[in-house]
């Protein structure tokens, strides 16, 4: 019994272990992010290159494509250093598209956006760790709906229907908020069967962190939407 009881204990302080790094990581892409995005769009040369260059958005979105595949498939087979450059390298590029919402939106409601959407990933972040239910089947479905909105998102580009924008506007964030808890409790079990914080423990981490992390920012733009939509009204 004593046994079982000191590895339980080790066991969660692994987990919570792990759960710092990845929080930390996260929280630093964010804030990478959000400084690139804002102080490029203060810089009047580069918004005026990339109003003059508008594929250079497109470019700089294919780019961040490749580099979160590549990140994604094959982090564990990279040194520790090289998956953290390319994650900040990813939080960098997601900041230069970013730059066109300080011109979309006024900062009161990006700012308001951001904590609300920290709240919800705060809470739903918290439910995924420590729920015991078994999720797999809650994030099949999410999953599967997720495709559906990327289909839905691409028939909206061309038919730009104002009732579709809104349906995936709302579909969105529930969708999201339940990646959130799901993404969480997936990686937690990730820790658990792995059973170290080593540096492949670390790696781990850092996908989660990279995981959280577009999860975040996706409700985050969903949300932003809503609220942004609200304030012109």
Sequence with gaps: MTNYTTAQAQSQ?????????????????????????????????????????PSMLWIVFFAQLGVVIWLSTRVMRMSMGAATLLFVLYSVLTGVTFTTIFLAFDLGTIATT??????????????????????????????????????????????????????????????????????THKIKQLFLEYGSADESGQKLALLGALTLYLDFINLFLFLLRIFGGSSRD
Excluded: P
Excluded at 27 to 52: E, K, P, R
Excluded at 132 to 151: E, W
């Design 114 to 183: 951001f904590f609300v959407t920290a709240g919800t990933f705060l809470a739903m972040s918290l439910i995924g760790y420590a729920t015991k239910m078994d999720l797999s089947r809650v994030g099949n479905v999410l999953y599967m709906m997720l495709i559906g909105l990327l289909i839905a998102t691409v028939v909206n580009f061309f038919v730009a229907s104002s009732t579709l924008y809104w349906i995936i506007t709302y579909a969105g964030v529930i969708i999201f908020v339940g990646l959130i808890a799901y993404d």
């Design 13 to 53: 302080s692994m987990i919570a272990s792990l759960f710092k790094s990845l929080y930390m990581q996260m929280a630093a892409a964010l804030t990478l992010t959000g400084i690139t995005a804002y102080f490029l769009s203060q810089s009047y040369d580069f918004m005026a290159f990339i109003f003059n260059n």
